[in-house]
């Protein structure tokens, strides 16, 4: 039987052609059910505040950086979405005199404009929402050298960092089309058309310049420009899967309000399941060996038919 066309963008994939069978069982998952598929390799774990669930989110940095040494130099990859454990992060370190000079830093993604990476005088930036609220609050005596703060403007340069230092964590966020870093799902073109590329061949995909889901340019401009989609770019430079599997635990963190309580429910139980499809990008961690989805209680919500 032919896959379904994408309700959202026909000329995409996206998880809307998958198999409404799986898609049913998903949006009948309860919270408990949710907690039931942690398995060996993927670890489901619920905060019942968010204070507590940003504080975590936050000491998963500091934690992370604690481990680097000279001779083991080691650190982090992360997000902007979520962005409210940046702040933590340097009052944490600051408090605690952690001193961050072999530690190392990688930022997901950045976006792209007339071909190039933009700069920090872009009101999206994610580098500049990264140093502005992270980095520059950190005290001077224990920031970490500006070598060791990686952003993909060279994604090549970028990519061969993961090879050099050990990147203990990649953090990050789950947008509404399934999505980590920018890894979205493919254009429906070429000999792709009928079938989504298999897990495998999305998987060597390395840190590169990418062109952008419909959805994913929407759910930007509501989350981050009050809506204004002109302004948010359609491509981006992204960490890939090839740089994502070198990271020894990949930790997603859903606070509620980046992909909704179908979106949540859907990539658990395919991950937890087992049942990568590159259509639904997040769920070829399925693959990965340490993956944890941490969940604010209180965002999970309920997947039912609700008029307002």
């Keep these: 039987m032919a896959r379904p066309v994408s309700k959202a963008a026909p000329d995409w994939w996206d998880y809307t052609t998958l198999d409404p069978h799986l ?12 907690l039931g598929l942690s398995r060996d390799g993927f670890e489901v774990r619920f905060f019942d505040t968010l204070e507590e669930f940003y504080c975590a989110e936050a000491l998963e940095y ?39 000079h ?25 580098a500049k929402a ?22 993909p403007l060279d994604v090549d340069a970028y990519s061969a960092t993961y090879d050099d230092v050990r990147c203990l964590v990649m953090q990050g966020g789950q947008g509404e089309v ?19 590329p298999p897990p495998e061949v999305y998987r060597q995909l390395k840190s590169r310049v990418t062109d952008l889901h419909p959805m994913t340019v929407i759910q930007n401009a509501r989350t981050s420009g009050g809506g204004y989609v002109p302004q948010v770019p359609t491509r981006a430079a992204t960490v890939g899967p ?32 087992g049942v990568a499809d590159s259509s639904v990008p997040m769920s070829l961690l399925a693959d990965h060996p ?17 008029m307002h």
């Design 178 to 196: 399934k999505h980590w870093a920018f890894n979205d799902p493919p254009k429906r073109e070429g000999e792709y058309r009928d079938e989504p």
């Design 62 to 100: 500091v934690q992370a950086w604690q481990r680097a040494t000279p001779d083991d130099p080691a650190g982090i990859c992360g997000p902007i979405g979520p962005t409210e454990q940046l702040p933590l992060v340097a009052r944490i370190v600051n408090a605690l005199e952690v001193k961050l």
């Design 102 to 126: 072999d530690a190392h830093f990688w930022g997901m993604d950045e976006w792209v404009e007339g071909g190039s990476p933009v700069g920090m005088d872009h009101p999206l930036s994610f």
């Design 242 to 273: 090839v740089e994502t599997w070198k990271a020894e635990c990949v930790s997603i963190w859903h606070p509620g309000h980046h992909d909704n309580p179908f979106g949540m429910r859907l990539t658990a139980l395919m991950i937890g399941k």
């Design 290 to 306: 340490n993956v944890r989805f941490n969940f604010y209680r209180g965002g999970i919500g309920v997947v039912e038919a609700e």
């Design 23 to 34: 898609l049913a069982d998903a949006a009948r998952l309860t919270a408990d059910d949710l």
């Design 130 to 151: 990264d140093m502005e609220l992270c980095f520059d609050r950190i005290h001077p005596k224990l920031r970490m050298p500006p070598r060791n703060i990686h952003f």
